[in-house]
């Protein structure tokens, strides 16, 4: 075997090892999820956005949620028998309002019980979505953000701020533009919030966290943690099932990345010798 054969043949090797490599997590997601559905007796179904390992030529490609994602999770719906439970496990900064929007209501229209889980974090359109549960269990350090929409660069309520300080008369015709689409889409999205509560707490409680939640109380990516979810009146709880984790596991960072962190993955015992306050 000559030079030129061994090296096409590393060659097709290289290449066909990520391919290899992609189909062997998608297999073993798909063992995890199946094991989850038999355990719980429900339909799982995963919308999970790791913004960071993808890329195209080296340029990072952020991943939201969009048009296609709610495509595919209606489908998922449709696909589940009316009574079943449904399990969303759900990480994602967020996305569009209307695509977020129709896997919420998709959601809450479903007779089965619906549960999100959140192992890491669920911000703005991800929050939306979680708010279509009938309960929501998170990791005992994982968030949930404001829903507060965003026009382009700035928050909606920060536009209708600048307005109301400095004056209608004082600002550009393109700015009182922005204004008033801000406040549509405030209004809108507070209406949304709260269709999506009402059946869940009374009336009040539900106009109060659609008014906290949609007119920018906070910045849009200020973490909700566990705590302040169920002082708000949210359905949470914590204890995310060990299968999760596992699953979480098989959307990993980009092997082309340098880690940032590093740790040996396994549980720890103390040294032998070694006691807590008496290291050496």
Not at 169 to 179: C, F, P, R, S
Not at 249 to 271: C, D, F, H, K, M
Request: proline letters at 6%; zero cysteines.
């Amino acid at each position: 075997m000559g030079f030129w054969d061994i090296f096409w043949i590393i060659f097709i090797l290289s290449s066909l090892s990520p391919i290899v490599r992609q189909r062997v997590i998608e297999a073993e997601r798909f063992r995890l999820i199946q094991l989850i559905e038999r355990k719980r007796g429900s339909r799982v179904i995963t919308l999970i956005h790791r913004q960071e390992t993808m890329n195209l030529f080296g340029i990072p490609i952020a991943r939201y949620i969009n048009i296609e994602d709610s495509e595919e999770v209606l489908r998922a719906i449709r696909l589940t028998p009316e009574d079943m439970p449904i399990d969303l496990i759900l990480h994602t900064p967020g996305g569009l309002v209307l695509a977020a929007e129709q896997i919420a209501h998709a959601l809450k229209n479903h007779k089965g019980k619906v549960t999100v889980f959140v192992p890491h974090y669920a911000m703005s359109g991800g929050t939306f979505i979680a708010l279509s549960a009938d309960e929501i269990i998170m990791d005992e350090n994982a968030v949930l953000g404001p829903v507060d929409p965003q026009l382009g660069e700035y928050p909606a309520a920060s536009i209708l701020n600048a307005i109301n300080r400095k004056g209608a008369d004082k600002v550009e015709d393109k700015t009182l533009i922005l204004g008033d689409v801000a406040e549509k889409a405030i209004k809108q999205v507070k209406e949304s919030v709260y269709e999506l509560l009402k059946d869940k707490m009374s009336e009040e409680k539900a106009k109060e966290l659609s008014e906290i939640l949609a007119t920018g109380t906070w910045t849009h990516d200020y973490p909700i943690t566990v705590e302040e979810a169920i002082k708000l009146g949210l359905p949470v709880k914590v204890g995310l099932p060990k299968e999760i984790y596992a699953l979480m596991n098989l959307y990993p960072q980009n092997p082309g990345t340098r880690p940032s962190v590093q740790y040996i993955p396994v549980p720890y015992q103390p040294y032998k010798g070694v006691h807590k306050g008496n290291e050496k």
